[in-house]
């Protein structure tokens, strides 16, 4: 069982940055792989970026790719997007996923999520 808590969110201007962190309960976290995704109001959920367990790989979509970057640290069970340049299309809740890849970081199921955090880019 993994707990997943969100911070970081908050009001930024159009090509500013934020940082959201993702802590997680329970001494299993370096054995995940972890996710970020967003959902935007009226708009499904949607996958940004990916990193294994060891953080040795790392996979983004075109909506996360150049300029958002998924890292972790396992000594802190932590996982962080550092995302830069951002505009108003961004503004959405965004999630952190605890899951397993078997055979690409795409491919991760995600079994435990976490409540949130609201990043909103002003124009």
């Known amino acids: 069982q993994v707990q997943l808590v969100e911070s970081g969110g908050g009001l930024v201007q159009a090509g500013g940055s934020l940082r959201l962190s993702c802590a997680a309960s329970g001494r299993t976290f370096s054995s995940y792989t972890m996710g970020w995704f967003r959902q935007a109001p009226g708009k499904e959920r949607e996958f940004i970026a990916a990193?294994?367990?060891?953080?040795?790989?790392?996979y983004y979509t075109d909506s996360g790719k150049g300029r958002f970057t998924i890292s972790r640290d396992n000594a802190k069970n932590t996982v962080y997007l550092q995302m830069n340049s951002l505009k108003p299309e961004d503004t959405a809740v965004y999630y952190c996923?605890?899951?397993?890849?078997?055979?690409?970081?795409?491919?991760?199921?995600?079994?435990?999520w976490g409540q949130g955090t609201q990043v909103t880019v002003s124009s």
């Open positions: 990193i294994s367990w060891s953080g040795g790989s790392k």
């Open positions: 996923a605890a899951g397993f890849a078997t055979r690409s970081l795409l491919g991760a199921t995600y079994d435990y």
